[in-house]
């Protein structure tokens, strides 16, 4: 060994000189999307920090420091809490309905429809299935904000056609709005589980199934013991990444009912939406968003841990 | 038919004596959930080409009873609309170029150039993926305020060529880790620089990445919603989804005036749709989600 090894921290053979001169070359790659982040993301989410440990209304006005007074004040706020009542009731229009149906609506197309009726049905199905998810989430509430209206919306004009007496005030009832809005989402949301699911059981050894066939094994059956075992891992993503869009659905409350009536359809996206740009109360809309943040990553770091041990086995 | 495909045909399982009755059932019901799901576009286009006199008389499950444009002219005297389809294309256009532009040049350097802390690099990018706009959107108002960009199309663009620039970025890297390597040593014995590799060998062999990613930012910048209704709040500078938010908050709205409002938003999006249908299937189950 020569002596420039020894000089070489960490007793490491030094790099070829070509690729040492390149590495700063690199970095220069790196630099638009670096300065990018700083300044959409990082800085910008230190600043949200910073504002929700104040109270401020904003602009040129005074910021008086309250350390965590806004998160204290949070944990007692009923409206906080209603907030995420009603996003249990998202997670259900955005979670759990669209992935249970849409498991069974993609075992059905994938095992029955396309093998005995062809590819073809199966795919159009499928693309209307697919097709809401592909509308601008404010378009839909647009749309839907006709469908769900009380007199001569579409919605309760079906109703009255199938002999429904007196059908919902969908959007204008506390008891019944929160309900109105899930419809709007399980449409909305149906048909991505659909696609991924789909997909995920073309890869699923087509042996299997015959073999089970050949045992005269049910389509239930079938669906137990191989369709779900197989799917878990597109199960899992699914579910976290619907769980995401549920903590942060805003346009369709923004739109359909404006967290009314009598805030029955506040959710902490919209609350905090409120609370900067309607009520003026910065500090507090910047601690309701750093919650929901604080949520998020703590779903997208077990969706991370997840994929790299499912890529590691 | 040879004895050999009857007997195939015998053994397939369509005539392993399963009851048709099933399938037709399960047929019926598949496509009667396709009507289900399909009926509210059929109402929206139906109803769009009525008069007010009309939908009252008959309600909204009647065919029109004569092809009637009136909704379309009420709409577009409260939307300035060819203004709004305009800012849609020239902000989901922008984003999209500028997104590519900055991922390829990022993926770049984490995949070939295989930078220190890559690792770390990349999973802070798909983090600022996740990080939910609402953390961001009152700094970034304050900083649009700032820089005179607040209420004009270029502080939404250059938010979102960021923040759809980190999610590419994520993924190209991925594709980049697995790029021939001796493809680039090759071309570095012939002496190219690594700005000319970047663009002759990487970027052609990454072209059918980039073309799916493409359609996915110009389809995600288009409907994105949380961050511009706060940063356009003028009517010149608006996209499509936020006048139509403008617009249902402003006023009581006649119900043709809604579904033809309706009908003319969600015909770019389902055009958009058919073109690129393959690819945003595919692209949907490749993992290009979000």
Same mark, same amino acid.
Do not use: C
């Given at each position: 060994?020569?002596? $420039?090894?020894v000089?070489t921290? @960490?007793g ?7 690729e040492r001169?390149?590495?700063p070359?690199?970095?220069?790659y790196?630099?638009?999307m670096?300065?990018?982040f700083?300044?959409i ?7 949200n ?9 904003g602009?040129a $006005?005074e910021?008086?420091w309250v350390?965590l007074?806004?998160?204290v ?11 995420f009542?009603?996003t249990?009731y998202?997670?259900v229009?955005?979670?759990?309905v ?12 994938f ?9 073809r049905?199966a ?7 697919y ?5 601008p989430?404010?378009v839909?509430?647009?749309?839907w ?5 009380t007199? @001569?919306?579409?919605?309760n004009?079906?109703?009255t ?9 969908w959007l204008?009832?506390?008891?019944v ?5 899930m419809?709007?989402?399980i ?20 042996s ?15 669906f137990?013991?191989?369709?779900l075992?197989?799917l ?11 769980l995401?869009g549920a ?6 409350i923004?739109?359909l009912t404006? @967290? ?9 996206s919209?609350?905090?939406y ?5 009520? $003026? ?7 309701? $968003? ?8 703590v779903?997208?770091?077990g969706?991370?841990v ?8 | 038919?040879?004895?050999?495909a009857?007997v195939?045909h015998?053994? #397939?399982?369509r005539?392993k ?7 037709v059932?399960?047929?019926?019901l598949?496509?009667a ?6 009926s ?8 769009s080409?009525?008069?007010n006199a009309?939908?009252s ?5 009647? %065919? ?11 709409? %577009?005297?409260?939307i300035d609309f060819?203004?709004?389809?305009w ?5 989901s256009?922008?984003?999209?170029l500028?997104?590519? %532009?900055?991922?390829?040049? #990022?993926?770049? #350097?984490?995949?070939i ?6 690792t770390?690099?990349?999973?802070v %990018? *798909?983090? &600022? ?27 939404v ?6 923040? =759809?620039g980190?999610?590419?970025t994520y *993924?190209?890297a /991925?594709v980049l880790g697995? +790029? ?6 090759a071309?570095?014995?012939d /002496?190219a620089?690594?700005w000319?590799?970047?663009w002759?060998?990487?970027v052609?062999?990454l072209r ?6 493409a359609v996915?930012?110009f389809?995600?910048?288009?409907n994105?919603f ?7 709040g003028d009517?010149?500078s608006?996209t499509i ?8 908050g =402003?006023? #009581?709205?006649? =119900?043709?005036?809604?579904? &033809?409002g ?8 389902v055009?958009?749709?058919l073109i +690129? =249908?393959?690819? *945003? ?5 490749a993992?290009a989600?979000k």
């Amino acid at each position: 060994m020569t002596a $420039s090894a020894v000089t070489t921290r @960490g007793g490491r053979a030094p790099a070829p000189p070509r690729e040492r001169s390149e590495r700063p070359r690199y970095w220069a790659y790196l630099a638009p999307m670096a300065a990018g982040f700083l300044i959409i993301v990082a800085i910008p989410l230190v600043m949200n920090v910073w504002f929700s440990l104040h109270n401020w209304q904003g602009g040129a $006005s005074e910021m008086t420091w309250v350390g965590l007074g806004n998160y204290v004040e949070l944990m007692q706020d009923p409206t906080f809490w209603q907030s995420f009542r009603n996003t249990l009731y998202m997670i259900v229009a955005i979670v759990v309905v669209p992935t249970l149906v849409g498991l069974l609506l993609a075992s059905v197309l994938f095992n029955l429809v396309a093998p005995r009726v062809g590819e073809r049905t199966a795919a159009f199905l499928r693309g209307s299935y697919y097709l809401p998810q592909i509308l601008p989430i404010a378009v839909a509430g647009f749309m839907w904000s006709w469908i769900l209206d009380t007199d @001569g919306g579409a919605l309760n004009a079906v109703l009255t056609a199938i002999g429904v007496a007196s059908p919902p005030d969908w959007l204008g009832s506390a008891d019944v709005a929160i309900y109105g809005i899930m419809l709007m989402l399980i449409w909305l949301q149906l048909g991505y589980p659909v696609v991924i699911f789909m997909a995920a059981l073309g890869r699923v050894d087509p042996s299997i199934y015959e073999a089970a066939d050949v045992d005269g094994a049910s389509w239930w059956s079938q669906f137990t013991r191989i369709t779900l075992p197989e799917l878990k891992p597109e199960i899992f993503i699914v579910t976290l990444t619907a769980l995401v869009g549920a903590l942060k659905v805003f346009a369709p409350i923004l739109i359909l009912t404006g @967290g009314g009536p009598e805030g029955s359809t506040v959710v902490p996206s919209y609350y905090a939406y409120r609370n900067f740009f309607e009520l $003026s109360r910065v500090g507090y809309g910047a601690a309701i $968003s750093n919650v929901m943040a604080l949520l998020i990553l703590v779903i997208a770091i077990g969706m991370l841990v997840f994929q790299r041990r499912a890529t590691d086995d | 038919m040879t004895d050999k495909a009857l007997v195939h045909h015998l053994s #397939a399982p369509r005539a392993k004596g399963r009851p048709r009755v099933s399938t037709v059932i399960v047929v019926t019901l598949g496509v009667a959930f396709a009507v289900v799901m399909l009926s509210p576009f059929l109402l929206v286009a139906m109803n769009s080409f009525k008069s007010n006199a009309d939908y009252s008389a008959n309600g909204p499950l009647a %065919l029109p009873k004569a092809l009637d444009l009136s909704a379309f002219e009420r709409f %577009l005297t409260l939307i300035d609309f060819p203004t709004a389809l305009w800012n849609s294309v020239l902000v989901s256009g922008l984003v999209t170029l500028g997104g590519l %532009l900055i991922s390829v040049l #990022a993926a770049y #350097a984490i995949g070939i150039g295989r930078i220190k802390a890559r690792t770390w690099v990349v999973a802070v %990018l *798909l983090i &600022a993926t996740m990080v939910p706009q609402e953390a961001l959107v009152y700094p970034l108002f304050y900083g649009a305020q700032a820089t005179s960009t607040l209420n004009t199309v270029w502080s939404v663009i250059v938010i979102f060529i960021v923040i =759809q620039g980190a999610y590419g970025t994520y *993924l190209l890297a /991925g594709v980049l880790g697995t +790029f021939p390597k001796e493809l680039i040593e090759a071309a570095r014995v012939d /002496g190219a620089s690594a700005w000319r590799i970047l663009w002759r060998v990487v970027v052609p062999v990454l072209r059918p990445t980039l073309s799916v990613l493409a359609v996915f930012f110009f389809i995600w910048t288009w409907n994105e919603f949380y961050l511009p209704v706060v940063l356009l709040g003028d009517s010149s500078s608006q996209t499509i989804p936020i006048a139509l938010a403008t617009l249902r908050g =402003q006023h #009581a709205i006649e =119900q043709t005036t809604i579904t &033809a409002g309706s009908f003319l938003s969600l015909l770019p999006t389902v055009i958009f749709f058919l073109i +690129f =249908q393959r690819t *945003l299937s595919n692209g949907v189950t490749a993992g290009a989600i979000k």
